[in-house]
């Protein structure tokens, strides 16, 4: 079984509607992560969390909220999505080790129309 | 605040080395990574090289750091089409975030 995991892994939606991904994760790590990734753009960082009482915006938090349920769950919000929220979003995890790798799981397409 | 920079696109042949290069800005950067993304898939970590090293070797793989100039490589031997893929320099510090590069697509012809 995958160690962490999107859902749903593809979403087309229409413009205004609020849309929830979720991820869970079955390594124990404290540290999670979202991310969006765009051609030409590289990975972007929506909002961080380092434990379950943590949350921290990112470079582009904007349009987008967060929910840490527990340790092993934590989920993006686009309140009321637009267009240029089109893109891949990834949610990545690691320990409290310094310097330690980030996990990723295998992404969200979403399409806002 | 951070910035990782990377050329966006890089062809080789076949059994030829690969060189991808990243420059990175922050100088207090403790650990700087390769990550490889293959298609339809989230990023793997490839290898890692701390601060203090200037190498690191890793089979096909060679990581060359220049702390001075903040510069980073990833020269890959004997490049395969598995090679394929598009990959990520990344660097963190202490306070435990990690900032990507743009990726590099990486395009291995027979």
């Known amino acids: 079984d995958a160690d962490v995991t999107q859902t749903p892994r593809n979403r087309i939606t229409k413009t205004g509607k609020r849309i929830m991904l979720e991820c869970s994760q079955t390594k124990g790590h404290d540290r999670m992560y979202w991310y969006r990734q765009d051609p030409g753009l590289g990975l972007r960082l929506i909002y961080y969390?380092?434990?379950?009482?943590?949350?921290n915006k990112g470079e582009i938090s904007d349009g987008y909220s967060v929910s840490r349920q527990a340790q092993a769950k934590f989920s993006l919000s686009l309140e009321s999505a637009i267009p240029n929220q089109t893109a891949l979003y990834f949610c990545?995890?690691?320990?409290?080790?310094?310097?330690?790798?980030?996990?990723f799981g295998p992404g969200t397409r979403l399409t806002v129309l | 605040g951070e910035d990782v920079e990377q050329s966006l696109f890089l062809s080789v042949r076949e059994g030829d080395s690969s060189v991808i290069n990243c420059t990175y800005t922050?100088?207090?950067?403790?650990?700087l990574y390769w990550y490889k993304q293959e298609p339809g898939a989230g990023l793997q970590l490839l290898t890692y090289i701390f601060s203090n090293m200037d190498m690191k070797q890793d089979q096909r793989l060679t990581v060359l750091l220049n702390k001075k100039d903040k510069h980073l490589s990833l020269r890959i031997a004997d490049t395969q089409t598995g090679d394929s893929a598009i990959y990520f320099c990344a660097e963190s510090t202490n306070a435990g975030k990690s900032t990507f590069g743009d990726g590099t697509t990486l395009t291995v012809k027979p």
């Open positions: 969390s380092f434990d379950v009482k943590d949350i």
């Open positions: 990545a995890t690691s320990t409290g080790t310094s310097g330690s790798e980030q996990f």
């Open positions: 922050d100088s207090s950067s403790t650990y």
